[in-house]
């Protein structure tokens, strides 16, 4: 199919809206093109995060059962995936043979029209697809390319498959997971690729930024590996001082102390008591003020090197009353603390209510969603509504008549030979 590259709307066109400029104070990203090439986890993470702040996000999907977590359950109603869900709003779905020749051209037609690309292949896949970094600045002089993978472009792992577990192995993360007496643990959420993600669209927002000074190509190489080990702060540094691994401390803090896990008489709490106010008030809330002059317990170092005969005070103070006593008490004394709340309860809570953390769209098929919303708030600015995830194909011929410009005997020569799909009609 021919390409021309005069039916490409510039990329600082009209935003899907059809408004130009910068758009609302809480859409920065507004007239941003971004197109996503990306699967699972850390790159779809990276995408929602700019779709959230209102970049024009893209999503190339394989005809063929698009991303693989489409398939991951449990299901909504007409059969959409909870993950798939969670982690690809503010999106468009553009169903896509890339392996084909045509399906190639089209998609190097979007890179012209676009900002920024982001792929989370291995390493050498993109040239295997002839969409390398040279084919894309051929079509495009100032992209921007991300590439996120598990190991980087670089080193003896560069081929060697990744997920977030992979990441959190090897990054030394799980070995100061979980209790001092048990094995190995990784975190409760996938931090390896939330990490990446987040990393992602850090990269992408200085390029963008960048740009301005410098309009040449910019490739983003990005770890997972690399950006998990950058979140080590200062247990890394404390490794590096002192050659010492930080061993596993459960709840607890390996320099603050009392700062962790607490038994209370109906169930757990937290204490935070990180700098010696705080330790001053909470002991005299507790009705042990005479801990504060305990030569063991005065200052933050010895409480440190006595922890093993601090804790065992504290907690059998605290075994004493319910959580709800302890609420009043430490929320009188204005202590560090809260209770530990399963995910239901955290997301019920009267703050998560009053922030509006949980937002909700409208799903063709799954019907009305309820979804943590991006945590980003400007203040004076509105908080946009949340367009679903799409539906695998749903945007495949928009995109191709109104962003790329092709007449319908082009488009109706790609869905017959199987180069794109559009979506299948959800009542059927």
């Not at 400029?21 to 929602?48: C, K, N, S, Y």
């Not at 309820?370 to 600015?381: A, H, I, Q």
């Amino acid at each position: 199919m021919p390409s021309s590259s005069d039916r490409v709307p510039p990329a600082d066109g009209p935003s899907p809206s059809g408004s130009s400029g910068t758009g609302p104070v809480d859409q920065p990203l507004r007239g941003i093109r971004v197109l996503d090439l990306t699967r699972v986890l850390a790159g779809p993470f990276a995408t929602q995060i700019m779709g959230d702040l209102g970049a024009e996000v893209t999503k190339l999907e394989a005809i063929d059962g698009g991303d693989e977590v489409r398939g991951i359950g449990p299901f909504y109603p007409g059969g959409e995936s909870h993950y798939f869900l969670a982690i690809n709003r503010n999106k468009r779905s553009v169903a896509i043979d890339l392996k084909s020749p045509e399906g190639r051209q089209v998609v190097l037609d979007l890179v012209a029209a676009s900002d920024v690309v982001v792929e989370n292949f291995r390493p050498r896949v993109m040239k295997r697809l002839g969409l390398d970094f040279e084919q894309l600045t051929a079509r495009n002089p100032s992209v921007i390319l991300l590439s996120i993978s598990g190991f980087g472009s670089e080193g003896p792992l560069v081929d060697k498959p990744s997920f977030d577990l992979v990441s959190q192995a090897m990054s030394g993360v799980m070995t100061i997971t979980g209790e001092p007496d048990g094995p190995p643990t990784k975190l409760g959420i996938p931090m390896g690729d939330l990490g990446g993600g987040l990393w992602g669209a850090i990269a992408v927002l200085s390029a963008l930024v960048r740009r301005h000074a410098d309009p040449r190509p910019q490739h983003i190489d990005l770890s997972l590996l690399d950006g998990l080990m950058g979140l080590l702060g200062y247990l890394g540094q404390y490794t590096m001082l002192t050659g010492t691994v930080p061993e596993r401390v459960g709840s607890s803090h390996h320099h603050v102390v009392p700062y962790g896990r607490f038994r209370v008489k109906d169930g757990h709490i937290v204490l935070a008591l990180h700098v010696g106010s705080f330790w001053t008030r909470f002991c005299d809330a507790i009705g042990r003020g005479d801990l504060v002059s305990d030569p063991r317990f005065r200052d933050p170092e010895g409480r440190r090197q006595n922890r093993d005969e601090l804790i065992p005070i504290i907690e059998q103070v605290l075994e004493q009353r319910t959580r709800a006593e302890w609420d009043e008490v430490l929320d009188l004394a204005d202590v560090p603390f809260a209770p530990i709340l399963d995910v239901a309860e955290a997301l019920a809570q009267p703050q998560v209510q009053a922030r509006e953390a949980v937002q909700t769209f409208v799903h063709p098929t799954a019907g009305s969603v309820d979804v943590l919303g991006s945590p980003v708030r400007f203040v004076g600015g509105e908080r946009t509504p949340l367009a679903p995830p799409p539906l695998l194909g749903e945007h495949t011929l928009e995109v191709l008549r109104d962003r790329l410009g092709y007449d319908d005997e082009q488009i109706t020569h790609l869905v017959e030979n199987g180069i794109v799909a559009p979506a299948k009609d959800p009542a059927s």
